[in-house]
């Protein structure tokens, strides 16, 4: 059991630019969750997958925002023609899906929109 | 639409004392999972203690407990015998069934030597 793992950590881009992040799971987990986090608060809920079926997305998630888990492995979150309000903390997090267990989260990926 | 709510900014608690932090939530859902997750600087987030509403028994995790009062929507996190390593940002969080987890905005915990 290595952890859930992202990449990069961190990443700083202009605005209007592309950017893809990349979280890989706990190995046997079924689900992936990612979530946002902006400074000094919580994190928000943004999608989560069961397997490689996107089964929620919040109206936090606009048009520019895409996740994918291709193969139900790992995941990729790509935001398109970014903007200043996308700086954040990109959090993924997995779990079996049974229900008593426990979201384990990723590190992070820091975005710094300039 | 379910709530979480940490009115606690910040706190601080000398080493060796005990501190609680609060949280209350909305739900009209009957059961459901209560969570506390530590978030120290610049490091991930890991589950500190959970909390199932179905048992009326406070779960435990060492130093920390937690007083959950179903009927008050109240969830606090005692922490006893804090240690220098318990500084970090505590989250509060709800979650329905195997959904997504919906947090508070947290409590910042500072500890004196």
């Known amino acids: 059991d290595t952890g859930v793992s992202q990449n990069p950590r961190h990443k700083i881009t202009k605005r209007g630019q592309n950017v893809t992040f990349r979280c890989d799971p706990i190995?046997?987990?079924?689900?992936l969750y990612w979530y946002r986090q902006t400074l000094g608060q919580g994190p928000e809920f943004l999608t989560y997958?069961?397997?490689?079926?996107?089964?929620?997305k919040s109206r936090l998630l606009s048009d520019r925002f895409s996740a994918e888990r291709p193969k139900g492995s790992f995941s990729t979150l790509e935001i398109q023609r970014t903007e200043q309000g996308d700086s954040a903390m990109y959090l993924c997090?997995?779990?079996?899906?049974?229900?008593?267990?426990?979201?384990?989260f990723g590190p992070g990926t820091r975005l710094t929109v300039l | 639409a379910q709530t979480v709510t940490q009115s606690q900014p910040e706190m601080s608690v000398q080493e060796a004392e005990t501190v609680t932090l609060s949280c209350t939530y909305d739900?009209?859902?009957?059961?459901?999972?209560l969570f506390w997750y530590k978030q120290p600087p610049s490091r991930q987030m890991i589950l500190v203690i959970r909390?199932?509403?179905?048992?009326?028994q406070n779960a435990t995790e060492n130093r920390f407990s937690v007083n959950f009062q179903k009927a008050a929507k109240s969830f606090s996190l005692k922490i006893s015998d804090s240690q220098l390593g318990d500084a970090a940002m505590y989250f509060c969080?709800?979650?329905?069934?195997?959904?997504?987890?919906?947090f508070g905005t947290g409590t910042r915990l500072q500890v004196f030597p």
């Open positions: 969080a709800y979650r329905y069934n195997t959904d997504k987890l919906i």
């Open positions: 190995s046997e987990h079924n689900r």
């Open positions: 739900t009209s859902e009957s059961d459901y999972y």
């Open positions: 997090a997995s779990s079996s899906g049974r229900m008593t267990d426990t979201q384990y």
């Open positions: 909390q199932e509403a179905y048992k009326q």
């Open positions: 997958f069961q397997n490689e079926a996107q089964l929620e």
